[in-house]
């Protein structure tokens, strides 16, 4: 009889280490050859003058990635150990069947699609993901800028964890989608064949993505899987060219520590300001793109103001 795939037995804590060697690091594996393509990317871009780089923003995107490696490194052990309590706590455990990746991956991929989603709805979450859109350029290179306090989305993922899945399993399937998220920043590869657009997202649907022109902002959200976005009404094709960066662009591109945390900065001095705790709550939870704009039309009234001001002295 085979190994039944619900009902597994606890893992003891006292056996973490094997858990821990049992899900390999295939990130800080693949990290020589991801930076081996990027280099070939960035060789052939200066060869050919295509404006795909920029020197400092690129040392910013490097510096992020290789922050983003070391903390993972160093809270792995943490979130291990936090997985497999909760994994212990589940009478429907699942064995550790590496057929079970398949619908780990699928499911992992839902959630991904409403993590980014969100992160891109609410201010909060997306100071935890503008570092990775705050790049005016578009290259492998963009794949390296993951925030450095982007573990706290873990708490979306939640329920992939709860279904029972195990924890090698778990760690094995966040890995490989953020591994699938490299190739696809490039603007090397055109559109695909229509069933692989249609299924994945490929290169030209995730330059949608970051793409900064009206039509283009948040859309196209799956990270692996494009069908979600169809599902849910945020697809849009590729068309014109776009424009990569944020709305409001950052000044200080090879700073590691200015690219995470500026929103976060930004998002204490508003909610600081604000009087009243429906605009405390909105400065902190509210549309990025909103805030923006109230932003926006304020200093439009102050500087109008000033003027007044200058035109009366006078």
Known sequence: ?????????????????????????????????????????????????NPFYEKWETVGSVLVGLGSVVIGLAIKLGLLYGLVWLYNQLPWRMA????????????????????HRISHEQR???????????GE??????????????????????????????????????????????????????????????????PSNHRVHHGSQEKYIDKNFGAT???????FGTYQPE???????????IDQKANPFHINFHELKDIIHDVKRAKGFRRKWFYLFGSPIEVARQKQQRANVETVSANELVERAV
């Open 1 to 49: 009889m085979g190994e039944s795939l619900v009902g597994a037995p606890p893992i003891s804590i006292d056996h973490i280490w094997m858990i821990e060697q049992g899900a390999p690091n295939l990130i800080l594996w693949a990290a020589p050859i991801m930076f081996l393509l990027t280099a070939i990317e960035m060789v052939v871009t200066y060869v050919q003058e």
């Open 96 to 115: 550790l069947q590496w057929w079970t990746l398949i619908p780990c991956y699928i499911i992992f991929d839902f959630f991904s699609y409403w993590a």
């Open 124 to 134: 909060f979450w997306w100071a935890t993901h503008v570092v990775h859109h705050s």
């Open 137 to 202: 350029h578009y290259n492998l290179s963009v794949s390296f800028r993951l925030s450095w306090i982007q573990y706290l989305k873990t708490i979306f993922f939640l329920p992939v964890a709860l279904i029972g899945f195990h924890p090698i399993i778990f760690f094995t399937t966040n890995q490989l989608a953020v591994l699938f998220q490299f190739w696809v920043h490039t603007e090397y590869i055109k559109k695909m064949p229509r069933w692989v657009e249609f299924v994945f997202a490929t």
């Open 225 to 231: 899987f494009i069908f979600w976005d169809r599902l």
């Open 239 to 249: 068309e014109e060219r776009p424009i990569y960066g944020i709305t409001t662009n």
